[in-house]
């Protein structure tokens, strides 16, 4: 699964660190090629995953998440466009008012 996949929540699990519940998201897509489609499969996904957490559903799906903060992890292939860190800094702002972590972070491969 990834982020052209938006309807589905493409990992949950719990970081055994933070105690945190993390739902991934995977970004294989490039931001050069199409960015304006890229950034809305991410929007689309992101909607997903909020509507997730929100409707209760996810403590339907993994009873483990109960009482536990969520973080959402966004590991992208690429280095962002300029109009994807001002996409991603807004978004931030706006679950994070919401009680939800978020971050974006490469993937290492090693």
Not at 89 to 107: H, N, S
Request: hydrophobic share 40%; proline share 1%.
């Amino acid at each position: 699964m990834s982020v052209d996949q938006t309807n589905v929540v493409d990992a949950i699990g719990i970081d055994n660190s933070t105690g945190e519940v993390v739902l991934t998201i995977t970004d294989h897509l490039d931001w050069t090629e199409n960015g304006r489609k890229h950034l809305f499969l991410l929007q689309e996904k992101l909607n997903t995953y909020l509507s997730f957490v929100e409707s209760g559903e996810i403590l339907e799906t993994y009873p483990n998440a109960k009482d536990r903060a969520v973080l959402i992890d966004i590991v992208g292939k690429y280095q962002l466009s300029e109009q994807a860190q001002a996409f991603y800094a807004q978004f931030a702002q706006i679950v994070e008012g919401a009680g939800i972590k978020f971050r974006y972070r490469l993937f290492s491969g090693s």
